[in-house]
């Protein structure tokens, strides 16, 4: 079978798995609000779906965009989810010969992008105490070259959950003006920081901002984001979008519906995945050996790190498949520190935690006695 063709079956045995506890994609399944269901149904149901949507999106909906993050005088353009943005501004801004620098580990697909037009990838590790599971803006500026098109900075981390101070931000912006490249801040995970800088209040002419609506909102499955941008690169970017028909219409509704009741519903999803970060946290400082490198998270996930028990991830991850719960192994996110440690989403009902942080000590039983190679994604 095809890799492409494993891969898409791989899922769909997954999404078709009945009561499938997802620990693993950083999907959001709070019990969505109301207002956010009604919009849906109400869509569906007026079958407002016959029509094209606006091709930049609703006004409505740009405009809430660019509010939620406070950029005022930036643009939103929006699209089928942040990974269109991130296929559309990296098709838009890299071509032959150039290079994207990014972080080791990072979201791979900005990468295969990159690839895909003739630019190649520079990551700068950032995994280990060594690093502090972070970018050192300095390090950065080392890895900086004349062909350097594109810095490319998932903040928070995924899967790390590190975000980047103040002063990191700015030193960042610095480097990448100095350089006249752009910088791609991927903010998918923003909303559930501790604490967040934008790095487009500091130089919102080079900076693409992505965002999400699959996250806090958990939208994942409607496919709907954005990129935020200077008037002037939306304009460039809505010249040529991968979508120029709009993004899906009930999925607005719905990102809609969610930015006015935000301020009502999110805070309780917000302490609600912290609270499930601590149950993890004491669990895995009762396993010695087991440690939670990040804590807390910056993101709705955390990673735990098993080399010092002598597991494979991919072992890990198999036993709790056994139980019909997803976890991800390190190898998704990055070969060269994929085999350190495995990433549990934390967005979830707090039974499936506690189902989760149950099972642990046997589900690390049973993975040292995994030896066999494990197929996953």
């Known amino acids: ?211 999400s609506f699959s996250k806090w909102l958990g939208l994942a499955g409607l496919r709907v984001g954005a990129v935020i941008a200077h008037p002037d690169m939306v304009e460039r970017l809505a010249g040529a979008p991968p979508n120029n028909l709009g993004s899906s219409l009930l999925a607005q509704r719905a990102a809609m519906a969610g930015l006015a009741i935000k301020d009502e519903w999110f805070p309780a999803v917000l302490a609600d995945q912290r609270g499930n970060q601590a149950l993890i946290k004491a669990a895995a400082d009762r396993i010695p050996g087991l440690v939670m490198p990040v804590y807390p998270s910056n993101g709705n996930f955390i990673v735990l790190e098993c080399d010092a028990l002598g597991l494979r991830p991919e072992a890990l991850v198999a036993a709790y498949a056994e139980h019909r719960i997803m976890i991800r192994q390190g190898a998704y996110h990055t070969p060269t520190f994929g085999d350190r440690f495995v990433k549990v989403s934390v967005s979830v009902p707090r039974a499936w935690v506690e189902e989760f942080v149950d099972l642990l000590p046997a589900m690390i039983e049973r993975a040292r006695g995994m030896n066999a190679d494990v197929k996953l994604f």
């Open 1 to 211: 079978m095809r890799a492409f063709e494993a891969r898409n079956a791989h899922f769909d045995t997954l999404v078709n798995t009945p009561d499938l506890r997802w620990l693993g994609q950083n999907t959001n399944h709070a019990k969505a609000h109301p207002a956010v269901i009604e919009a849906i149904v109400r869509c569906a149901r007026d079958e407002e779906f016959h029509v094209y949507a606006p091709p930049a999106g609703f006004e409505a909906l740009r405009a809430g965009i660019v509010a939620d993050f406070g950029l005022e005088g930036q643009a939103a353009l929006v699209s089928d989810g942040a990974i269109a943005s991130l296929y559309h501004v990296c098709h838009a801004l890299l071509g032959p010969g150039d290079e994207l620098v990014t972080t080791d580990p990072t979201w791979n697909w900005p990468m295969a992008f990159a690839r895909s037009v003739g630019a190649g990838v520079r990551q700068v590790p950032i995994y280990g105490p060594e690093y502090g599971y972070r970018l050192d803006p300095a390090r950065l500026a080392d890895a900086m070259r004349p062909n350097t098109k594109v810095v490319y900075l998932v903040d928070p981390n995924n899967p790390l959950g590190t975000a980047c101070t103040a002063d990191e931000i700015a030193e960042i912006v610095e480097i990448v003006r100095r350089s006249g490249a752009y910088l791609i801040h991927d903010c998918t995970y923003r909303h559930f920081a501790h604490e967040h800088h934008l790095a487009a209040k500091l130089e919102p002419e080079r900076t693409v901002t992505i965002y």
